[in-house]
Every structure is written in C-alpha cells, then in structure tokens.
C-alpha cells in the first residue's frame, strides 16, 4: 500500500532540512512509502503564506526521464504537498529550484520571474458528478 506522511525521524528530517534551507514554518519531510520501502520524498516549509517546494526525490530516478507510473507517483507527491500547505491554510506553491521547474511544469505549475508557482485550485480540483 502506498502512502505519502511526513517523516517521524528526527535525523533524517534534520539531514533534510540542512540540506535544502527549510527556514519557514512547519517544515516537513512527506515520504512516499510503498510498506517500509521509501520511494521518494518532498520536502516542504511555509514562507509568506506559500508552501515552498524546497526538495523531491524520486529515489533511484531522474526526474526529467519518469515514466508513467512515476509521473503518477510524482504527481501524488505534489497533491500530498499541497494538501499538506491546505491543512494550514496556505493555498499557493512555489519552487526556486530551477532543477525542478521541468517536473512542476508537468503539473501546471507556470514559471513567474525566478520561481514556479501554481494555486491548488488549478492544481486539484473538485470530482463532477457523471
């Protein structure tokens, strides 16, 4: 079974954190488990009421070559994130990462000036009824 939660491991937060600059609120680290097997993270703070993609792993992939089930484990990562940044109330993305602006595009975001930035309602939207 699949599931996208934060990490409990204070180390490997920490390590996380260091490494990618988290210095807003409520950072995170969502970590994709399939069982205990982690398949990649996002890790995430808050900063100017927008959640701020600071980091995503795929584990073992390169993120300008997934194929369609890591596309669909990518964008479930984002969905994660972004629920994740709703639960505090923020409703907006962005990512300064320039290596990651191919992925977020793949998934609405749209680049403004030196970051990719998107607004959830674009980014999950409501089921119709059939």
């Not at 995430?44 to 369609?68: S, Y």
């Not at 998934?107 to 030196?114: A, H, K, T, Y």
Request: glycine letters at 6%; a negative charge.
């Amino acid at each position: 079974m699949l599931t996208i939660l934060p990490e409990k491991n204070p180390a490997v937060c920490a390590e996380v954190w260091n490494r990618c600059g988290a210095e807003g609120k409520d950072p995170a680290v969502l970590c994709a488990r399939s069982g205990e097997e982690c398949l990649g993270y996002v890790a995430v703070d808050i900063w100017n009421q927008r959640l701020r993609i600071l980091e995503f792993v795929l584990t073992g992939k390169a993120l300008d070559q997934l194929d369609g089930e890591d596309k669909d484990l990518a964008d479930s990562m984002i969905k994660a994130a972004a629920s994740y940044g709703m639960n505090r109330n923020v409703f907006q993305a962005e990512s300064g990462q320039v290596s990651l602006f191919p992925l977020l595009a793949q998934f609405g975001f749209q680049q403004i000036d030196n970051k990719m930035t998107i607004d959830f309602t674009q980014l999950i939207r409501k089921c119709k009824k059939y």
